[in-house]
Nanobody
Framework: QVQLDESGGDWVQAGGSLRLSCALS?????????MGWFRQAPGKEREFVAA????????YYADSVKDRFTLSGDNAKNTLYLRMYSLKPEDTAGYYC?????????????????????WGQGTQVTVSS
């Protein structure tokens, strides 16, 4: 059973930076995963932020965060990092880490929250203007 544990959410002023972490457990080296970050503001749908192919390190970003957010993984620590720069008030949301097991031939980037099987509890990011 894959378990995900997010941390690093905080209150920050516009223009500031934060680093979110997602600790993974229960994964196996024989499986491949797409790891995603999503966010959800009150009254809004959960939206895709970024994803990484855990075994390869390749990444994909939503247009709204491209050039401001950087996603990376540390296999030795089994931890995913989302570095967020130039934060805006509209980035305010609960941020969630998710995992989807994939086959070795799967080249899709999964951007719908329903496509992910495992979820963390989330960490809150608040950006004030």
């Amino acid at each position: 059973q894959v378990q995900l544990d997010e941390s690093g959410g905080d209150w920050v002023q516009a223009g500031g930076s934060l680093r979110l972490s997602c600790a993974l457990s229960g994964t196996t080296s024989s499986r491949r995963y797409v790891m995603g970050w999503f966010r959800q503001a009150p009254g809004k749908e959960r939206e895709f932020v970024a994803a990484i192919r855990w075994s390869e390190g390749s990444t994909y970003y939503a247009d709204s965060v491209k050039d401001r957010f950087t996603l990376s993984g540390d296999n030795a620590k089994n931890t995913l990092y989302l570095r967020m720069y130039s934060l805006k008030p509209e980035d305010t949301a609960g941020y969630y880490c998710a995992a989807r097991p994939i086959q070795w031939y799967d080249s899709n980037w999964y951007q719908r929250h329903r496509e992910y099987e495992y979820w963390g509890q989330g960490t809150q990011v608040t950006v004030s203007s």
